[in-house]
């Protein structure tokens, strides 16, 4: 399963990219493990706003969280609570850094064919997808 992060530079530039290890930190926060993602990196420290998606694949449902990310590095003394969280996701994944999201807003993504098709549901999405 992936989520899929954007972000900004300070000229407005987005970026957004896939990422593979992450789950939620408290109520409000979702942290994400920085393996290779020195652009996401490099913009959090510019710009803090982000959004971030999660979309079941054979579903097509998930969500929209935007939020304010703050990068966290090894030395810091918030870094061990948060890895501890991701190391059972890394495997042998070498974590450079955490990326944590303080949200603001969720809201719902729900594929078009829920809403055109009359008759579309769940289960006929994943029958689909895996056509």
Same mark, same amino acid.
């Given at each position: 399963?992936?989520?899929?992060?954007?972000?900004?530079?300070?000229?407005?530039?987005? /970026?957004? &990219?896939?990422?593979? #290890? @992450?789950?939620? @930190?408290?109520?409000?926060?979702?942290? #994400?493990? /920085?393996? +290779?993602?020195?652009?996401?990196v490099?913009?959090?420290?510019?710009? &803090?706003?982000?959004?971030? &998606?999660?979309?079941?694949?054979?579903k097509?449902?998930? @969500?929209?969280l935007?939020?304010?990310?703050?990068?966290?590095?090894?030395?810091?003394?918030?870094?061990?609570?948060? @890895?501890e969280?991701?190391?059972?996701? +890394?495997? %042998?994944?070498?974590?450079?850094?955490?990326?944590?999201?303080?949200?603001?807003?969720?809201?719902?993504?729900? +594929?078009?064919?829920?809403?055109? !098709?009359? %008759?579309?549901?769940?289960?006929?999405?994943? !029958? &689909? +997808?895996?056509?």
């Amino acid at each position: 399963m992936l989520c899929w992060l954007a972000t900004v530079d300070n000229t407005g530039t987005p /970026n957004c &990219s896939p990422k593979e #290890i @992450f789950t939620y @930190f408290g109520d409000d926060a979702v942290i #994400i493990a /920085n393996v +290779a993602s020195p652009t996401s990196v490099s913009n959090i420290k510019q710009t &803090s706003s982000v959004c971030v &998606s999660f979309v079941h694949v054979f579903k097509q449902k998930g @969500f929209k969280l935007k939020g304010k990310a703050e990068y966290i590095e090894p030395d810091d003394h918030k870094y061990s609570d948060m @890895f501890e969280r991701l190391r059972p996701l +890394a495997g %042998g994944y070498p974590v450079k850094g955490i990326i944590v999201i303080k949200i603001h807003s969720v809201n719902q993504i729900i +594929a078009p064919s829920y809403f055109l !098709v009359e %008759g579309t549901t769940e289960e006929s999405q994943i !029958v &689909s +997808a895996k056509q």
